[in-house]
């Protein structure tokens, strides 16, 4: 049966079960307010990126500073299985660092709507143009991967960016790029652009999203729908402002429309350890809501949730723990409790109630939490008081099926 969830059959554009992630925890992550990585740091961060299995891993730009372009250099001396890229200015002066560091490839950006053009670098696209031409044909004389980028494409003429990319295709760049650097697309601008843009050139389409207007993981997974091949992504999301696409929550999505893909490609169970590690090196904790590793992602608390989860997890839960090496947990310490998932507690004590009796205490329980919030100790106490004061006719246990076992015993 086909996953409903995923690509339909008949979109012969997607690239949502072959889609590569370009990791900038490295890059855009540095630029997140928080973050500062030591080069110890930055090669923990980048083993554990490679482990995981990201297919690429951008760093810093290493005219940043000379920390930068040494750090960017002993990354490269790592002999990662991922292919490692720098991200610079579409400038010479840049390029020509850029491909001394030992890197797989290098990213080349600028901005071509009228607010950068006017107010960050003064460029016109004629400039643009020809300064992309270079340092395209500079870097891929060297025998390195080059991918050009505009900076806040979806506030640049369209004209203007079909006739770039055209010219950067023309003259074979291996990829090129589409930023929504101010975080301001919704997902159907998302598959307009991308899928004119598939029109226009031959080679491989990423993109970068921020998530100022919290679009960021749709509009990746639109993207991939529309033909765009890879996604920048960052660990918790970190990056400049509120970020860009998180790899965690990408991956929720991806591993929703094509679990063998994602499973056969990446390490899902680092994701948790990999997380806390930026988290910890930029001093944040891992929100609550986090997909998959918040800590509540998996935890059911409603009794009408409960008890249908008890019978079959997928009734409420589309990504199965397991998956990412965790484990559900039922909430059963609360007045929304039902008499389902207070059974299933008895019976974890190993205590024998029939269903009235467990409706009985569950009441009990719901009460006291009208009162006040419950924890496990509490209900625990509720139900072994109740299942001590039973007479002897009322306990299930006194009844069960094998007495003569249990009149041994004594
Ligand atoms: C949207 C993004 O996230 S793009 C990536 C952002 N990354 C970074 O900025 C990396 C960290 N940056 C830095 O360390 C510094 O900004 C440097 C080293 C790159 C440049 O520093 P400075 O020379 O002091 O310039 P400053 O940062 O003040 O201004 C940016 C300069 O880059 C130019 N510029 C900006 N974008 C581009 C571009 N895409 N291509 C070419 N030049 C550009 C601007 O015109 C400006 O040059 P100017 O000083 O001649 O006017
Ligand atoms: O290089 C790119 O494609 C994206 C640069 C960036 O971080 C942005 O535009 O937000
Ligand atoms: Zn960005």
């Not at 083993?47 to 250099?73: H, M, N, W």
């Amino acid at each position: 049966m086909s996953n409903p969830y995923g690509p339909n059959p008949g979109d012969y554009l997607s690239n949502v079960r072959s889609f590569q992630l370009i990791e900038s925890t490295l890059r855009e992550g540095e630029q997140f307010a928080n973050a500062f990585f030591s080069t110890e740091k930055k090669i923990e961060i980048a083993k554990a990126l490679d482990d995981f299995g990201v297919d690429y891993i951008e760093l810093t730009s290493p005219v940043a500073s000379e920390q930068s372009r040494l750090d960017c250099e002993a990354i490269c001396k790592l002999g990662l299985k991922a292919k490692i890229l720098t991200h610079i200015r579409c400038h010479m002066d840049d390029a020509r660092v850029a491909v001394e560091t030992g890197v797989d490839g290098v990213d080349v950006v600028i901005g071509t709507s009228s607010f950068l053009r006017e107010y960050s670098h003064g460029k016109d696209m004629s400039y643009i143009t020809n300064s992309a031409v270079e340092v395209i044909e500079f870097v891929k004389s060297k025998g390195i991967e080059i991918r050009f980028s505009s900076e806040d494409s979806f506030r640049s003429d369209i004209v203007d960016l079909l006739n770039i990319y055209r010219t950067v295709d023309k003259i074979g760049v291996n990829r090129v790029g589409i930023a929504d650097t101010v975080g301001c697309a919704n997902p159907r601008q998302v598959y307009e652009l991308v899928k004119t843009l598939k029109s226009v050139v031959s080679c491989d389409i990423e993109c970068h999203f921020h998530n100022d207007t919290g679009c960021a993981i749709a509009n990746a997974y639109t993207a991939l729908e529309a033909g765009a091949k890879l996604i920048d992504v960052s660990v918790l999301g970190i990056g400049e402002r509120n970020g860009i696409t998180p790899l965690g929550g990408l991956m929720a999505r991806m591993i929703a429309a094509d679990r063998e893909y994602v499973l056969g490609k990446y390490k899902l169970h680092k994701l948790r350890d990999l997380e806390n590690l930026v988290a910890d090196a930029v001093q944040v904790n891992v929100p609550f809501n986090n997909p998959i590793t918040g800590f509540c992602a998996f935890t059911h608390k409603a009794g009408i949730h409960a008890k249908a989860i008890l019978a079959n997890p997928s009734t409420y839960e589309i990504l199965n723990p397991a998956d990412f090496g965790l484990t559900r947990y039922i909430h059963f310490a609360n007045r929304l409790t039902g008499w389902n998932a207070i059974k299933s507690r008895v019976d974890q004590l190993n205590l024998n109630l029939t269903d009235d009796q467990c409706k009985e205490v569950t009441a009990k329980i719901k009460l006291m939490g009208d009162i006040r919030p419950l924890n496990i100790d509490d209900v625990d106490s509720i139900i072994k008081d109740f299942h001590a004061d039973l007479k002897p006719s009322e306990d299930k246990s006194e009844q069960s099926e094998e007495p003569e076992v249990k009149k041994q015993k004594v």
